[in-house]
């Protein structure tokens, strides 16, 4: 039985920088594992360890730091990407043998990468990784998992003891359930979900709800039309703020921060430390807005926008102990 699991998800719909948070808790060392809970190579973390930067899809951050790494049974993994990213953390000097790979895990194959790309990446703006029809045909039980082509050695034993860190992919209004669908992806991206790497809920301690200061989607969604890239402010948001995709290198719409749905977010995850990073972003950009219901409210400065999200999320959200601010590359 682990002792007690934290968990960094994310509050919108990917790119919160949970992949920085998620680094900077583990670099303290403290954690016996670090699993990923769901999604497969879609994802795209990006990872700051002693000022370098490295980017995994699939592979848990808690091997930049020397801590057994798990890709858990509601994740789904493509071999060859799979070997691919085995192969840049060792060039890179980072120990692969600490990745383990939950033998329920589900494979996704090349057949499901080509339907795919074929049938929903432009239809629904998906990454093209095979996820969606890798997750059909988990649920029509006709998949195939990574017990039967893994080598034992890559296969987790399924034990987890002490402290665990639980490692989000994409965010709350990508969920299959709670998303606008169907422009979600296939897989559970709230916290409950960390539960299904075999731990009771009442193991979950901290729950680190990751967000940006500004609402960025990459693919497709009516909620996120085209327009918003022809607006000149939000251009430079985008441009500033470097909103291109980890895994597609799609350039990101952006958009004000929607304050109540970010509310939304905290209460239905859980949070109980919000993190909202890329601050310095509208600091370059000088402009500072967020909208609340159809109104957009305009700040003088930064100071007061903060002050106004902090106010709003401790009144509104009584879960929280924590709202933190962080920059873009600084550590949180
Ligand atoms: P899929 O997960 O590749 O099927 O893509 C479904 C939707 O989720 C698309 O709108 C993708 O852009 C979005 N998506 C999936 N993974 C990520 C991510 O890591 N960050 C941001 N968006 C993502
Ligand atoms: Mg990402």
């Not at 699993?35 to 808690?62: E, F, L, M, Q």
């Not at 897989?187 to 193991?203: D, E, I, M, N, V």
């Not at 995850?269 to 402009?287: A, M, N, P, Q, R």
Request: aromatic residues 8%; neutral net charge; hydrophobic residues 35%.
């Amino acid at each position: 039985m682990i002792d007690a699991a934290d968990i960094v998800c994310g509050l919108a719909w990917g790119d919160e920088a949970k992949g920085k948070i998620t680094a900077w808790l583990a670099a303290r060392k403290k954690y016996s594992y670090v699993c990923r809970w769901a999604g497969g190579s879609n994802a795209g973390h990006t990872i700051y360890v002693d000022n370098i930067k490295y980017k995994t899809h699939i592979i848990p951050a808690g091997v930049f730091f020397g801590i057994p790494s798990i890709i858990g049974p509601g994740c789904v993994i493509n071999e060859r990407k799979f070997q691919e990213e085995l192969k840049y953390l060792e060039e890179n000097g980072f120990d692969s043998s600490l990745v383990r790979v939950s033998p329920r895990a589900h494979v996704v194959t090349e057949q499901h990468i080509l339907k795919d790309k074929r049938e929903s990446a432009e239809k629904l703006g998906t990454t093209g990784s095979g996820i969606g029809p890798c997750y059909s045909d988990k649920a029509s039980r006709v998949g195939v998992r990574a017990a039967s082509i893994l080598p034992p050695e890559r296969l987790w034993d399924e034990q987890l003891s002490g402290e665990i860190l639980c490692e989000g992919a994409q965010g709350i209004w990508l969920d299959l359930d709670w998303g606008n669908y169907p422009y979600v992806t296939s897989s559970t991206t709230l916290p409950y979900g960390a539960c299904s790497l075999g731990f009771p809920t009442q193991k979950i301690r901290r729950i680190y709800g990751a967000a940006k200061i500004y609402d960025t989607r990459s693919g497709v969604d009516p909620d996120f039309p085209d327009a918003l890239l022809d607006d000149p402010v939000l251009a430079r948001i985008g441009e500033v703020g470097d909103e291109y995709g980890v895994t597609t290198g799609r350039r990101r719409k952006v958009k004000w921060l929607d304050l109540p749905k970010l509310v939304h977010s905290i209460n239905m995850t859980g949070t109980t430390h919000v993190i909202i990073s890329k601050c310095d972003v509208l600091e370059e950009v000088g402009e500072f807005r967020l909208q609340e219901e159809e109104r957009v409210i305009e700040f003088r400065a930064l100071a007061d926008m903060r002050t106004r999200i902090k106010k709003k999320i401790l009144a509104q959200c009584p879960l929280v102990s924590k709202v933190l601010f962080s920059q873009s590359a600084a550590s949180v």
